[in-house]
């Protein structure tokens, strides 16, 4: 029988290491400039970039869900539309079933069929899909997947699951800084003399940085393992009593035209129930898809769930 409340625990030690992973990763920044670059007797740079990764967590904790949400420019959906209207009513009927406080609804302008949560816990979360979730999902089909997100509530993924979007993106952006950084300080060394050998080993340092970085954001999105898309499948077939509800949901899913969503990016892409990125990585099990992908197999998941209702 699995223990979710032993999965609760383990996300929460997720998180934290998570946060303790980011704020170390900023501070060898901060101390790499105070050393190579400033030459700084008092670790200047060092405290401030654990400052600024502490308020960047602290944030990232209170209010990551309202960023993700903005980053979609998701909105609240409108009940004169009766595709829309339905969507609630599948929600507060989840809520039901899961014994969880209704989330949020909100609703993302894409034609690609997907969904996420997002939140910090059960009593501040959110669930928003696609417009285009709603125009390919039957009514039973949809609280499948409205279902696998409260899943994902359930076990507190979402806490886990945001405050890696909102670090990740800060990682991103540091990398951005110092790849610009370094280029712009080489273009300008080539039309000036004399550099130092420590002006050069800061430049060489936010090389390297520029490129080490997004991998580091990468492996720490995958602390959010595979195995939490399993589970949250697991609970929509215990939240509906409907295995194939999903299974049915997930193959539409696979087969729809697009499977991009424009607005998901390499922070977010993780929270979505299917890979909005439509990267071939999250097709196998490999052991790189193992270790880079987001997301398990669509087809291996649509397998297991025919097999939860007894079918081959």
């Known amino acids: 029988m699995i223990d979710f409340f032993q999965f609760q625990r383990k996300n929460a030690q997720k998180t934290f290491l998570i946060i303790f992973q980011s704020i170390i990763i900023f501070a060898v920044?901060?101390?790499?400039?105070?050393?190579?670059?400033?030459?700084?007797?008092?670790?200047?740079?060092?405290?401030?970039?654990?400052?600024?990764?502490?308020?960047?967590?602290?944030?990232?904790?209170?209010?990551?869900?309202?960023?993700?949400?903005?980053?979609?420019?998701?909105?609240?959906?409108?009940?004169?539309?009766?595709?829309?209207?339905?969507?609630?009513?599948?929600?507060?009927?989840?809520?039901?079933?899961?014994?969880?406080?209704?989330?949020?609804?909100?609703?993302?302008?894409?034609?690609?069929?997907?969904?996420?949560?997002?939140?910090?816990?059960?009593?501040h979360a959110s669930i928003c899909v696609t417009t285009g979730l709603l125009d390919t999902m039957n009514r039973e089909e949809l609280q499948g997947v409205i279902a696998h997100e409260f899943g994902h509530i359930r076990n507190r993924d979402i806490l886990t699951m945001t405050m890696v979007s909102a670090i990740v993106g800060a990682i991103v952006l540091l990398s951005d800084w110092a790849r610009r950084t370094f280029f712009y300080s080489d273009?300008?060394?080539?039309?000036?003399?004399?550099?130092?050998?420590?002006?050069?080993?800061?430049?060489?340092?936010?090389l390297v940085i520029s490129i080490i970085a997004p991998l580091i954001a990468r492996i720490m999105a995958l602390a959010v393992s595979r195995s939490r898309e399993y589970m949250a499948d697991a609970a929509s077939a215990e939240f509906t009593r409907n295995p194939l509800a999903l299974a049915s949901a997930l193959e539409k899913i696979s087969k729809?035209?697009?499977?991009?969503?424009?607005?998901?990016?390499?922070?977010?892409?993780?929270?979505?129930?299917?890979?909005?990125?439509?990267s071939k990585l999250n097709d196998s099990e490999s052991f790189f898809s193992e270790l880079f992908g987001t997301h398990p197999p669509i087809k291996k998941r649509i397998m297991i769930l025919k097999q939860m209702a007894g079918v081959s």
């Open 187 to 206: 273009t300008s060394g080539k039309r000036k003399s004399g550099k130092g050998s420590s002006s050069g080993l800061i430049l060489l340092f936010l």
């Open 29 to 123: 920044i901060g101390y790499a400039i105070d050393r190579f670059y400033m030459k700084n007797q008092f670790p200047v740079m060092t405290l401030l970039a654990v400052i600024v990764a502490t308020i960047n967590s602290i944030i990232a904790y209170y209010h990551g869900d309202k960023l993700v949400l903005a980053s979609v420019k998701a909105r609240l959906p409108d009940t004169s539309n009766l595709k829309e209207q339905q969507l609630v009513n599948i929600v507060q009927e989840m809520s039901i079933a899961a014994g969880i406080q209704p989330p949020h609804v909100y609703i993302m302008d894409e034609t690609s069929p997907n969904a996420f949560a997002t939140g910090r816990d059960q009593n």
């Open 256 to 278: 729809h035209y697009d499977h991009v969503v424009d607005r998901a990016s390499t922070g977010t892409a993780h929270l979505f129930i299917s890979d909005p990125k439509g």
